[in-house]
């Protein structure tokens, strides 16, 4: 930016800039603010990864305690029962757990139908 003046500066914070170099910008002024910003990227970047991780875990979350509602109430089952009965489905197909947890869902949904 050639203006140093803080409304640029301000539309600069709340826009989510990494930096803010003023003109004139030297090699000295530039080398340290690009390791800066390619820092604070891959530290944007783990935290996407975070994000969608922790939603994937909730949306797992969700189907299997969907999924145990269901065996609970089809089978008369405890809910730690129908948990273990979710997950040694799980292990013997060795299949992920919020798959089996989705058969079971999508299994209540034909099963509704008919």
Known sequence: SGNSGH????EALDDHVMAYLTDPVSADDLKPTVHVVMKRFAQFQELRKENQ????????????????????S???LSEEDAYL???DIATSRRIKLSEV??????????????
């Open 7 to 10: 409304p640029s500066l301000e």
């Open 53 to 72: 991780d922790l939603r994937e875990a909730l949306e797992t979350r969700k189907k299997v305690e969907r999924a145990k509602g269901i065996l609970m």
């Open 74 to 76: 089809r089978h008369d």
């Open 85 to 87: 009965r979710l997950r």
């Open 101 to 114: 947890a989705s058969v079971v869902i999508e299994s209540e949904g034909t099963s509704e139908k008919k």
